[in-house]
């Protein structure tokens, strides 16, 4: 992983946490969580405040995500709101996280310049064992405490106040008032300052889960859709009056699911040309094959004129795999009639030709699986399905990682929102990434 490291493919934009004061507010929530300290006088965070230095010292990568459900978080300054996540057991905790750093702006900038925030995200299950527990999950709370206790101070001088307000003579209690004055030295002016949150619960809408190998549930108004490995615990046995189950390798109904609903933008001559998103799926299949037929290829050198010499001479490879021609004759077709007969395609190559649909509220999760299922184009995985490209990454051999990451430096880095937008119709606002 270290060519990844050096190139911010992984843990890149994390926030350095290097001050004292601040690593020892982070060591205060580490023991909130019952957790050994960390000996480190510097470290990065994600928007949740997971830190890859923190899991390396400590030896686990879930140590703010145990059991993988109940996400732990640690807020040590509203800067943390323009952070990824680079680590979760479910697709939408990013998400969630931007509804309470949203929805407690003014509770979250006050309480940090003295204190860090620190909690968990509550659902009703404290364990998955099987698809109904997952399926339990309608809502989440977020608990939260603070390290250097400035929300039960702010409890407590709040409730002296309407004490000093309602109660006779309460203003002649010396020792009361003292503690007033105590108090408000720390956590300022609680009339002026918000310090306490105002919203904790949310919605847990459709989401991705990484337990049983990946599992994806979508919400629609009456039916529950999840599509994952058949063997999965509780696969089409948890609630089948209200839930609708496809077996991930079931190709044609995993379209016609996602295509029915709206979540698809079909192939139409208006945004695949513009997009260029044909062109690309085809760059990456003839990337993949190249590295399929000889793993010490070296792509970075590799020009338009190299790979169709290539082509040519291993015409039988690119003719047996099938997707390199097939797209070219999409190309083709779209040019001829601005348009894809999508039912005359085979299902397994239907992926191949659609993006999620760039109004639906879910097409990040849509991208996710449609990069599932187009297993070449490695851009796409890594923009929408980061756990699934690294988990490739480890099989591919020394040349063509260095061609993935010249790759993803040359293109998406160079602007993220950019290439999104173009390829994918992601507008800029969006803050899945």
């Known amino acids: ?110 309480i940090t310049i003295r204190d860090a925030l620190y909690g968990e995200i509550e659902d009703s299950v404290s364990a998955v064992n099987d698809i109904d527990d997952l399926l339990s999950i309608n809502e989440v709370r977020f608990k939260v405490l603070s390290a250097e206790d400035m929300l039960g101070k702010a409890g407590e001088l709040r409730g002296l106040v309407d004490r000093l307000k309602t109660v006779p003579n309460a203003w002649a209690d010396d020792a009361m008032l003292n503690r007033m004055v105590e108090l408000a030295k720390q956590t300022g002016d609680i009339r002026q300052n918000a310090l306490v949150p105002d919203q904790l619960v949310f919605r847990h809408e459709a989401y991705w889960a990484n337990h049983f190998g990946g599992v994806y549930v979508f919400l629609d108004d009456k039916t529950t859709t999840v599509i994952c490995d058949p063997t999965v615990p509780g696969f089409r ?52 094959l190249v590295n399929q037929a000889d793993p010490t290829a070296d792509l970075e050198k590799a020009d338009r004129i190299w790979l ?84 490739a990454y480890e099989q591919y051999s020394e040349k063509f990682r260095e061609y993935v990451v010249t790759t993803l430096t040359r293109t998406y880095l160079q602007d993220k929102a950019a290439f999104r937008r173009k390829l994918y119709g992601i507008k800029e606002d969006d803050t899945n990434a």
């Open 1 to 110: 992983m270290k060519r990844l490291l050096e190139a911010e493919l992984i843990y890149g934009r994390l926030l350095p946490v290097d001050e004292p004061h601040l690593v020892e507010r982070y060591n205060k929530a580490l023991d909130g969580f019952g957790m050994r300290r960390t000996g480190l006088s510097s470290f990065r965070i994600d928007m949740t405040g997971f830190s890859p230095e923190i899991a390396d010292e400590l030896g686990d990568r879930d140590y703010l995500d145990p059991n993988r459900v109940n996400r732990r978080f640690i807020i040590m300054t509203p800067e943390q709101v323009n952070l990824p996540v680079v680590h979760t057991s479910f697709s939408n905790t990013a998400a969630l996280m931007h509804e309470f750093f949203s929805a407690n702006a003014r509770a979250i900038n006050a």
């Open 308 to 391: 169709q010499t290539w082509m040519h001479r291993n015409a039988a490879l690119v003719a047996g795999d099938g997707t390199y021609p097939f797209l070219q004759e999409a190309v083709r077709a779209l040019a001829a009639t601005g348009e894809i007969k999508i039912g005359e395609v085979a299902p397994e190559r239907r992926f191949l030709l659609v993006r999620a649909a760039p109004d639906h509220p879910d097409q990040w999760l849509v991208n996710r699986l449609i990069s599932q299922m187009v297993p070449y184009d490695f851009v796409s995985r890594f923009v929408f399905d980061k756990q699934g490209f690294y988990a």
């Open 237 to 288: 046995r948890s609630r089948p009056w209200q839930v609708s189950y496809i077996a991930l390798d079931d190709h044609k109904r995993i379209f016609d699911f996602l295509a029915s609903t709206k979540r698809l933008e079909l192939p139409r001559a208006s945004w695949v040309e513009p997009s260029g998103l044909f062109q690309h799926r085809a760059d990456m299949t003839v990337a993949g």
